[in-house]
């Protein structure tokens, strides 16, 4: 029993080492999508499109192991919940690595033409989901709820910096329509950061489950336990 018990507890740290590379990875190329777009780097942009099919591999790996934990072990409780929250991260860490490699290809197509404006709101709607997704990570890890609130309540932000975004472009398009690919595919990009928002929410209101049991998915952070 206990030789069997050992072996599981492998297995949830190997998990859990190999989930904490994809957040990684996927904090890596949201870093690089936004810098190849403002530095014009193509090159970069390539790099970070070349990260994805990493990214799926260890998506596929993550759920393997967490299948195989929950059929050969049984978790119950804490265990349980670290095992579903695992799953339900890997799937938006890796939606994550996807909006990161769209915003790649968008500036790669934008790097083709002249700029159509500076980048202010663009890179600081990045700076945003970067500091999501790294929060949302840092609270996965320290099991901490309240820091997962905490990111939780940056998601605000970004929708009204998004907001700002749509606005200006779309000015942008109605006095000029030459302007109108390059402003929806700024557009596209301002879109896919604030998915990305979306999605370290997501992980936040898992973090907070396997915390304390409470689900708030939905605005429902009333304390309801499943």
Do not use: W
């Not at 209101?205 to 499943?226: C, F, N, S, W």
């Amino acid at each position: 029993m206990e030789r069997q018990h050992r072996h599981f507890e492998d297995q949830l740290d190997a998990a859990y080492e190999k989930l904490l590379h994809l957040g990684g990875v996927v904090e890596e190329i949201i870093g690089k999508s936004v810098r190849s777009l403002v530095d014009r780097d193509s090159d970069l942009a390539r790099e970070v499109i070349r990260k994805d099919r990493e990214i799926d591999q260890l998506e596929l790996e993550l759920d393997e192991a967490c299948i195989e934990l929950l059929a050969l072990h049984q978790p119950m409780a804490r265990d349980l919940r670290f095992v579903t929250t695992a799953m339900k991260i890997t799937t938006d860490l890796e939606r994550i690595g996807d909006h990161a490699v769209n915003i790649a290809e968008r500036a790669i197509e934008l790097n083709e033409h002249p700029p159509l404006k500076p980048l202010i709101d663009i890179p600081l709607m990045a700076k945003t989901a970067q500091e999501m997704v790294h929060g949302a990570l840092d609270a996965f890890v320290h099991r901490d709820a309240a820091a997962a609130r905490a990111v939780c309540a940056m998601d605000d932000l970004l929708d009204t910096r998004m907001e700002q975004v749509f606005r200006e472009l779309m000015s942008y398009m109605a006095e000029d329509p030459h302007t109108i690919t390059r402003a929806m595919r700024l557009s596209f990009v301002a879109k896919y950061f604030e998915r990305i928002g979306d999605q370290a929410t997501n992980i936040c209101e898992q973090v907070v489950y396997m915390a304390e049991a409470r689900v708030i998915k939905h605005g429902t952070d009333g304390g309801r336990q499943p």
